[in-house]
């Protein structure tokens, strides 16, 4: 891609640096807590602070880049993952990082979701799920379940809610993880591999919006009397355990964990390699600017011009 | 900057077209071919060839066509106007028509003039009237002499070969400029597929059809420089044109008639180290081109009309956020899917207004192909300079035609565009009440350590989110006035013709050629008539209101509705914003080019009004 300035060394990037203004999230809602777990794996990780990229689309979860001190837009409702496709495929030096909720994401983005996975585009895409729409205050969201009451289904929400982890498997995106904002630690290590992760990642996270949906995640929570139930991973140590262990290279497998009932498993379902966009568009643009040579854009135009006499 | 808001365009013809028009020649100097056929019989090719010989022979040619919109193909015409004076339009009615079956002459006989020639196929046409107009037929049998000429497996393919070959011998062409490029054409298929070619050719070339023609139709070549010109159609123009003006990245969707730019660019922006990217829809491909253009690229993207509208919501960002983007529409007959494969140019409000809240943007629109390319770098040029959306509004006509037109002058215009990744300083604020807009694209370090979030809620002018009304009415004013600049160096269009009198055309887009034509027509007859044409459509150069001033009747030409309250699209702005009651329309939909005699007809109703 078109030749890009190279920045001088960073510092050593720290909490502090990361830290932007105070998030104006409600006390005790759960996104507090996927902020200060993405801060500590970006300071594990010492991404070069300017090259570290936050995008957002419209949502209490989408504010997002506004509490990171660090490169950033907050675009359009649902549109958070084209715009991350067009700068990832654009500017491959940059760490692009994708935030929002159930609405933005499963919703008005929907179809986004499904292209950016089936293209695996190399970039990381964490979604704060509350199974409501927070911003607009209290409207049914496409994950809230059936019979969950909100003002645009006073008698209880009727239409079955869509599986994110389904659709994610199905979708074709290679890792697709899911945690809950409760459990900080296990968020921060499933981050940390979605990162690294070369393509498009995906984290689900079960994040409270206490105001709207309290207690919608507790039978995931230890500390509210639930189960956090975590996904045993193969660890191709030929013990017997091994055997019912899952691998997570496998996709139908991945399939049959994320159709259990709620509130199901947490863990990494997929995380397999296939080439990126990334990768297979730059190969064209490397095989194309070998056979142009040293043909300056203005010698290429010439030489169509030419053709056209 | 005055020279950079209209790259070494060909301008200046406005001013001296009128004084060195030849009228006594005209009739010699021009003919209107039209083929009509299927489109499987290869007539685009025809055409195209013509149109590439007329590049080459210093001659002018504007060419004209209609693709069915079914893909198994169907009736398809392509009309050539040739010419060795100034080819303003494809030309209102034909001198030559050739009818490849029966429901071609039935359909087409009436584009031919009083007097003019038909050529029909009599292996496929069975019925003529012969007694009709005036008209001469002549009936070869095309289909038989290509299949004798050729003979073999190809059956009637290359009827069109054999058909350009009548047609050069008809109109005294040259054929070794034909040949070389029926080689150019074919010669990389096979030895055998050319030779195939110039088979059919020849038995054209050498058919005695001159016995059955009585006069002269030699077209003598152009008197104008004899530099090669070159041929192509008005996306294809467009598309090298923003390549030349540092477009590396871009977006888009299919739709008729803007693919071929997205599907050009697709295969050529590797070449040069970029990228474009097929979405899943325009939300999706205006959003991948908003990503690109915050990166620190030139990006671009695309559509037509309906397309458009779904890209709305993020051109209104674009202009909050201040970020460079260029959006191509190329208009075509609508609303919803209308008339996908027609010409209209009924998007001009959409362009401008078509997005909530006041979100000022920059709109131009080419007049022929050859602008198509000037105006896709001057987009380039606004889109950088200003930091805003800037629309080009191009149509179908523009889109598939193909013209003729002297080579640009790369060596002045090619640029190149890299994102500026230097490090900011701490006092840095991208939206300065006064100043430029200064992105800073991701990868800039900030020497204040603070990092900027772009947004689309409203800001101050560091960015940061505000909801203060002192702030909105300031930033709503800081992007109106940032656009009304751009006006100031916008020059004032030429005026073709005297500078005051009775009636001034005013057009805009692809109704340049047939309103040009019409106004100097309208001054051979003594009328007292000029024209303007209107390339920046938003903002509006200065100044407009003192040619209007110096006219009675003011009649804007386009092909959009006179809507509910009796005016075009352009002609509601150009009387909301003069005030001048003497502006008035003449519009239509039927989804065809404007024809002279429209024009004229509509100059004609107006004179008898205010008499
Ligand atoms: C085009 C458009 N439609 C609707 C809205 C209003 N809107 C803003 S956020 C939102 C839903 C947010 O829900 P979610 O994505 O789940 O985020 P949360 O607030 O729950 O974190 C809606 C409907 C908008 N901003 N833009
Ligand atoms: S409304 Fe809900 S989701 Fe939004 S900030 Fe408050 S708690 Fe969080
Ligand atoms: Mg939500």
């Known amino acids: ?309 | 900057m005055s020279s950079t808001a209209t790259p070494a365009s060909p301008e200046n013809t406005d001013a001296s077209a009128s004084g060195s028009d030849d009228s006594s020649d005209r009739e010699l100097q021009n003919a209107v071919i039209r083929f009509a056929g299927n489109s499987q019989d290869g007539i685009q090719s025809i055409g195209a060839f013509l149109a590439k010989l007329a590049g080459r022979s210093a001659r002018e040619v504007m060419t004209y066509m209609t693709i069915p919109s079914t893909i198994a193909g169907g009736p398809s015409i392509f009309q050539v106007h040739l010419g060795s004076g100034e080819v303003l339009s494809p030309g209102d009615e034909a001198d030559f028509l050739f009818a490849f079956y029966q429901h071609s002459y039935d359909d087409h006989l009436n584009s031919l003039k009083d007097g003019g020639i038909c050529i029909y196929d009599t292996d496929h046409v069975e019925e003529v009237k012969k007694d009709e107009r005036g008209i001469l037929h002549v009936g070869l049998p095309i289909t038989s002499i290509t299949v004798e000429a050729i003979g073999g497996s190809a059956r009637d393919r290359g009827k069109n070969i054999m058909v350009l070959g009548l047609v050069a011998q008809i109109f005294q062409l040259s054929r070794e400029k034909l040949s070389t490029l029926i080689e150019k054409q074919f010669g990389r298929k096979g030895e055998g597929v050319f030779r195939n070619a110039m088979l059919a050719f020849d038995a054209g070339y050498a058919y005695a059809v001159g016995d059955l023609l009585s006069g002269d139709f030699d077209l003598k070549e152009g008197t104008g420089a004899k530099e090669g010109k070159m041929t192509t159609d008005g996306n294809t123009a467009l598309t090298y044109g923003l390549l030349a003006g540092g477009v590396r990245y871009g977006a888009g969707y299919p739709i008729t008639p803007w693919s071929s730019i997205m599907e050009l660019l697709r295969s050529e922006l590797p070449k040069y180290g970029g990228l474009f990217v097929q979405a899943e829809d325009e939300l999706a491909a205006v959003s991948l081109a908003m990503g690109m253009s915050f990166a620190g690229h030139l990006a671009i993207t695309g559509s037509s009309g309906p397309g458009l509208s779904l890209k709305m919501e993020a051109l209104s960002y674009a202009t909050m956020a201040e970020l460079p983007l260029i959006i191509v529409n190329v208009q075509r007959g609508g609303p919803s899917t209308g008339l996908p494969t027609s010409v209209e140019q009924s998007d001009l409000m959409q362009a401008i207004y078509g997005s909530h809240g006041d979100s000022p943007r920059i709109v131009i629109a080419p007049r022929n192909v050859e602008d198509c390319f000037y105006v896709a770098v001057e987009a380039c040029e606004l889109a950088k300079k200003y930091s805003c959306p800037v629309i080009i509004l191009t149509d179908q006509a523009l889109a598939t035609r193909i013209e003729a037109f002297k080579e640009p002058d790369l060596d002045s215009i090619v640029v190149e565009v890299k994102p500026d990744l230097s490090e900011r300083p701490a006092d840095w604020s991208p939206y300065p009440i006064d100043g430029a807009t200064v992105h800073a694209p991701p990868g800039s370090p900030m020497a204040g350590g603070k990092y900027p979030v772009v947004t689309g809620l409203e800001h101050d002018e560091w960015g940061h989110p505000s909801g203060s009304p002192e702030v909105h009415s300031k930033m709503n004013a800081r992007r109106r006035e940032k656009i009304k600049k751009v006006a100031d160096n916008i020059p004032l269009p030429k005026v073709c013709g005297e500078e005051s009198g009775d009636t001034l055309i005013v057009g805009w887009g692809s109704t340049w050629g047939p309103i040009r034509e019409a106004t100097l027509r309208a001054q051979e007859k003594g009328l007292s008539v000029s024209s303007i044409h209107i390339r920046h459509v938003h903002p509006l150069a200065n100044g407009l209101e003192t040619i209007f001033d110096n006219f009675k009747d003011i009649v804007v030409v386009e092909m959009n509705d006179e809507g509910l309250y009796g005016n075009g699209q352009l002609a509601t702005l150009l009387r909301a914003r003069y005030c001048n009651p003497n502006i008035r329309s003449v519009c239509k939909t039927d989804g065809l080019n404007f024809k002279i005699k429209e024009i004229l007809a509509g100059i004609d109703a107006g004179a008898t009004a205010t008499s």
């Open chain 1, 1 to 309: 891609m078109s030749a890009i300035v190279e920045a001088p060394e960073p510092k050593k990037l720290t909490k502090k640096m990361l830290t932007a203004d105070h998030p104006t999230w409600c006390p005790g809602c759960g996104d507090f807590a996927v902020l200060a777990a993405f801060f500590k794996v970006l300071e594990k990780l010492q991404i070069p602070h300017e090259k570290i990229c936050t995008i957002a689309g419209i949502g209490c979860s989408s504010r997002f880049p506004y509490f990171v001190n660090g490169h950033g837009i907050h675009y359009i409702h649902g549109r958070a993952l084209p715009l991350a496709s067009g700068v990832s495929l654009s500017r491959p030096d940059l760490h692009v990082f994708a935030f929002g909720g159930d609405g933005d994401g499963y919703s008005i983005g929907g179809n986004h979701l499904d292209h950016a996975a089936r293209k695996n585009v190399n970039l990381t895409y964490v979604v704060m799920d509350n199974f409501v729409y927070g911003l607009t205050k209290k409207q049914t969201s496409p994950t809230s379940p059936v019979g969950y009451k909100s003002k645009t289904d006073p008698m209880g929400a009727v239409d079955q809610p869509i599986n994110p982890m389904t659709k994610l498997v199905n979708g074709g995106a290679t890792f697709v993880a899911r945690t809950h904002a409760t459990q900080v630690k296990h968020m921060m290590e499933v981050f940390q591999r979605a990162i690294e992760h070369p393509g498009f990642s995906v984290v689900e996270v079960l994040s409270e919006c206490i105001i709207f949906y309290p207690g919608a995640f507790d039978e995931g929570n230890p500390r509210k009397g639930g189960e956090f139930n975590l996904i045993e991973e193969k660890q191709w140590d030929d013990t017997p355990e091994d055997e019912a262990r899952h691998d997570v290279t496998n996709k139908s497998d991945a399939y049959a964990i994320a159709c259990e009932e709620f509130p199901g498993r947490f863990g990494v379902f997929l995380e397999h390699d296939r080439p990126t966009k990334n990768q297979l568009e730059q190969r064209w643009i490397d095989s194309s600017m070998e056979k142009v040579g040293d043909a300056t854009p203005k010698d290429l135009i010439a030489q169509r011009f030419e053709g056209m006499k």
